[in-house]
């Protein structure tokens, strides 16, 4: 399974942001798909998740602002980042579980004040 984040950039607090990840392989083997973001000296944190049947669960920091969607039969997986504030900076990365644990590559988002 491969999995390739895209859609980071610098954008105003307040603004918006759209996060795509594109998933390839045996993605059969993915049950649960997940955002994680990782700030400069901190943990890598769950931004939010959306299991197969499209359970959703989101961080208390983001609840309200993003929205984390899947699109099964494109192989795609979005993060609606509405309303960012400087503290969602950091590297995302798009998380997939099932019969192994996958990561892809991260994608840098950056707000500022």
């Known amino acids: 399974v491969q999995l390739q984040a895209s859609g980071g950039g610098l954008v105003q607090a307040g603004g918006y942001l759209r996060l795509s990840c594109a998933a390839s392989?045996?993605?059969?083997?993915?049950?649960?798909m997940g955002w994680y973001r990782q700030a400069p000296g901190k943990q890598r944190e769950l931004v939010a998740s959306?299991?197969?049947?499209?359970?959703?669960n989101y961080a208390d920091s983001v609840k309200g602002r993003f929205t984390i969607s899947r699109d099964s039969a494109k192989r795609m997986m979005y993060l609606q980042m509405n309303s960012v504030k400087p503290e969602d900076t950091g590297v995302y990365y798009c998380n997939g579980w099932g019969t192994g644990e996958f990561w892809g590559r991260g994608t840098q988002v950056t707000v500022s004040s």
């Open positions: 392989g045996s993605t059969f083997r993915i049950n649960v």
């Open positions: 959306i299991t197969s049947g499209g359970r959703t």
